[in-house]
Nanobody
Framework: QVQLVESGGGLVQAGGSLRLSCVAS????????MGWFRQAPGKEREFVAA????????YFADSVKGRFTISRDNAKNTVYLQMNSLKPEDTAVYYC??????????????????WGQGTQVTVSS
């Protein structure tokens, strides 16, 4: 089992920045590709970004390319999502996910073996 706890969400004005963190416990963190997903009100959960076990490979949804970055610190069992130039349409609950035996380019809900509880991000216009 892997437990994931997100933090860093909040309210920010359009054009602002936030950094989300996700701390993992349980199985060795470095074995997992890690991802971020989000779910806006009334919409299905969607892929945002993923990072390979070493941090050398990343993959982003088109909607966040150039604005969001993903990184990880395996010594701290933590994955980060740096969100810049935020837009009102980025408003959603953001979920951390741990993949198991899935590639970085995997972007469906089924890619994740474990999920965090989510953290709310609200971007005001």
């Amino acid at each position: 089992q892997v437990q994931l706890v997100e933090s860093g969400g909040g309210l920010v004005q359009a054009g602002g920045s936030l950094r989300l963190s996700c701390v993992a416990s349980g199985h060795p963190f470095s074995r997992y590709t890690m991802g971020w997903f989000r779910q806006a009100p009334g919409k299905e959960r969607e892929f945002v970004a993923a990072i390979g076990w070493s941090g050398g490979s990343t993959y982003f949804a088109d909607s966040v390319k150039g604005r969001f970055t993903i990184s990880r610190d395996n010594a701290k069992n933590t994955v980060y999502l740096q969100m810049n130039s935020l837009k009102p349409e980025d408003t959603a609950v953001y979920y951390c996910a741990a993949y198991f035996l899935q590639p970085v380019g995997c972007s469906g809900d089924g890619c994740a073996a474990y999920w965090g509880q989510g953290t709310q991000v609200t971007v005001s216009s």
